[in-house]
């Protein structure tokens, strides 16, 4: 698993280290590291023009560092000062006793085999200041490489609001940074590689799962096992209108591994005909029969404040997506006031916009994608709900301030009925006996991965696909 950190647990775990150590090994170890990724970037790096983008403070000095070994090892280093009075004057100094040289030419960047890009790092605060902003959009030769976070970037949340300079690879110490594990700040990130140097750090409060981690949550049948004792899922979706949404809920249901799917609703003999296995009725949740979790509200239509209340009203954990999300927000908070079962909310940003709407906040789609995690975060306070926010990066948040971020998925996924899908499969799980929060990122995880399979090396794919490929994916986790 992947733990990130918030800057001040960051800044308390280096105090404590660097008390009990000499002055600048900290920053040492943090710089052979650096260094050691940028050797490995460059196809040799004798004769390769490295190029600093120095700021002020420790991270122009990481870079300042990691260049000069760069430098001893024949590398033409240059260090373009962005703030030339508040330079970090020891590692500027190691810079040139070891050949490299300080430059005023911002052409440089172009020309570079590699550049550092040491301008703000954990300590930046909002977009690119003038003398720094042009690099933005300047044309690269090699890769950029950001030290810790990618100028721009707020590293605590991944919010970006202007020009911010966008890494080929960054390398983050200690730990990652949740800005560098959530859009957009995460696409600007690249591939990011961790360097440990020895923090001792209190528990993250943002993580994101792995494979291994996936694995280790799946359900696996024992031998005494049968469809019941596996766990049964009611999906309540669908409508004469929407048809399609209680076909695609029900084919991630099936794939969930959930013993049996239960589904009830308008489109029973479209289900039935499509997924003979289910077990359907024409009545609400509070006449189908009995289910270990209920997802409701996919395609639901007028039919879905009836179903969001029946469900409800069941001592069983509910996801509510789609329809049910806007009868939620119309209803309130209250709906779900005093539950013996936990909710699961799973709103893409326009449904979280109409969510915060509910409790007072107003706030657009844009406004959402932008701030994901805090806005995750104040929808579960507020709801007492755990909360699958969708998007580019996918973040899940229970009502205790856990979060989870998904690394997983492609852009594909953004096609009609994919988020059907995925409604089904978390409430599979759900239904197996995961929590909310373990359930919501495992099914994340893997319809990330399954949108990856599906879309092979590049072709469109339909919300069917998606749900055909969630077999081979579980198999690879699990085989």
């Not at 953004?414 to 929060?437: E, F, I, M, N, R």
Request: glycine content about 14%.
């Amino acid at each position: 698993m992947r733990h990130a950190h918030r800057v001040d647990q960051v800044r308390t775990a280096e105090a404590a280290l660097m008390a009990t150590l000499p002055e600048g090994t900290l920053m040492q170890r943090a710089a052979a590291g650096l260094a050691a990724t940028c050797a490995g970037l460059l196809p040799r790096v004798y004769g390769s023009r490295v190029l600093v983008l120095a700021g002020s403070g420790d991270n122009g000095g990481d870079a300042l560092y990691a260049a000069a070994r760069l430098a001893r090892r024949g590398a033409r280093a240059e260090a373009l000062l962005l703030d030339p009075a508040k330079v970090h004057a020891a590692g500027l100094a190691e810079l040139l006793a070891a050949g490299g040289r300080v430059t005023d030419d911002p052409g440089a960047f172009g020309r570079a085999d590699l550049v550092l890009d040491g301008i703000v790092g954990i300590g930046g605060r909002g977009p690119l200041r003038p003398a720094a902003a042009p690099f933005a959009t300047m044309a690269r030769r090699g890769p950029v490489v950001a030290v810790d976070v990618p100028s721009g970037v707020a590293p605590d949340t991944g919010e970006v609001t202007g020009p911010a300079l966008r890494a080929d690879v960054t390398v983050c110490f200690g730990t990652h940074k949740p800005g560098l594990l959530i859009d957009p700040g995460a696409g600007y990130a690249g591939v990011v590689h961790l360097v440990k140097i020895g923090l001792d750090l209190p528990p993250a409060p943002v993580e994101a799962l792995q494979h291994a981690d996936v694995a280790a949550l799946l359900p696996v049948p024992g031998t005494e096992s049968d469809k019941y004792r596996r766990g049964v899922v009611g999906v309540a979706a669908g409508s004469s209108r929407y048809p399609g949404a209680a076909l695609l809920a029900v084919a991630g249901a099936l794939r969930g591994g959930a013993g049996a799917v239960r589904y009830a609703g308008y489109a029973a003999a479209e289900v039935v005909r499509r997924h003979p296995e289910t077990l359907v009725s024409e009545t609400g949740p509070a006449h189908a029969g009995r289910v270990q979790a209920w997802v409701v509200g996919p395609g639901g239509g007028d039919g879905a404040d009836r179903a969001l209340r029946e469900a409800l009203d069941t001592d069983v954990p509910v996801l509510a997506d789609a329809d049910a999300l806007t009868e939620l927000a119309r209803l309130g908070p209250g709906l779900l006031a005093g539950r013996s079962a936990p909710t699961l909310l799973t709103p893409h940003a326009g449904e979280a916009a109409r969510l915060l709407a509910g409790v007072g906040e107003r706030a657009d789609a844009d406004t959402v994608a932008a701030r994901r995690l805090a806005v995750a975060r104040l929808l579960a306070a507020r709801y007492g709900a755990t909360v699958l926010l969708k998007g580019s990066t996918t973040v899940v948040a229970d009502p205790e301030g856990t979060a989870r971020v998904n690394t997983t998925g492609t852009g594909w996924l953004g096609t009609a009925g994919s988020g059907d899908v995925l409604s089904g499969l978390t409430g599979s799980l759900l239904a197996t006996g995961l929590t909310p929060l373990d359930a919501a990122s495992a099914a994340a995880y893997l319809h990330g991965l399954a949108g990856r399979h599906a879309t092979g090396t590049g072709a469109p794919i339909t919300a069917l696909d998606l749900a055909d490929a969630l077999h081979p994916v579980w198999q690879s986790l699990t085989g």
